[in-house]
């Protein structure tokens, strides 16, 4: 009984994970007509990251935690990217306010990226090593 309780732990800083990385995403992502960035859900992001860490530590899951967080934060940063290039000609001079607080806030959530994925934290290696199993899967004889 203890055992799934702490897998409920660890399986919650997970979910906590994926939810900050999507907040985050959705906080700064600026659309046309009304492009705004929401600096609250900035706060949720790095709320939901902190209690996520939290129950990871408890649960002993941490390399979970830290796994999820630098995969839905490299996923959800490519699709911020890919949208923000998609709808840059769309925007007027009005707009620039908010494409460049939301731009610069993506360059520290790009760089806290990267420090996540060079970092020696538990889960990262396990996390690097299934991307590259899975990029090189197709390649196999």
């Given at each position: 009984m203890l055992a799934a309780l702490w897998g409920a732990l660890g399986a919650g800083a997970v979910v906590l994970a994926l939810v900050a990385a999507f907040c985050q995403f959705g906080a700064i992502l600026v659309v046309r007509p009304r492009p705004s960035v929401s600096v609250r859900a900035v706060g949720v992001a790095g709320a939901c990251a902190l209690v996520g860490l939290v129950l990871g530590l408890i649960s002993r899951h941490v390399a979970w935690y830290f796994a999820a967080l630098a995969s839905a934060s490299t996923g959800?940063?490519?699709?911020?990217?890919?949208?923000?290039?998609?709808?840059?000609?769309?925007?007027?001079?009005?707009?620039?306010?908010?494409?460049?607080?939301?731009?610069?806030?993506?360059?520290?959530?790009?760089?806290?990226?990267?420090?996540?994925?060079?970092?020696?934290?538990?889960?990262?290696?396990?996390?690097?090593?299934?991307?590259?199993?899975?990029?090189?899967?197709?390649?196999?004889?």
């Open positions: 959800f940063a490519a699709l911020y990217l890919i949208a923000l290039l998609g709808s840059l000609p769309e925007f007027e001079r009005r707009d620039m306010n908010s494409v460049v607080l939301s731009v610069s806030i993506f360059g520290g959530w790009l760089a806290f990226t990267i420090a996540l994925w060079a970092s020696p934290l538990p889960g990262i290696v396990d996390a690097l090593n299934f991307w590259v199993h899975v990029a090189e899967w197709p390649f196999k004889p």
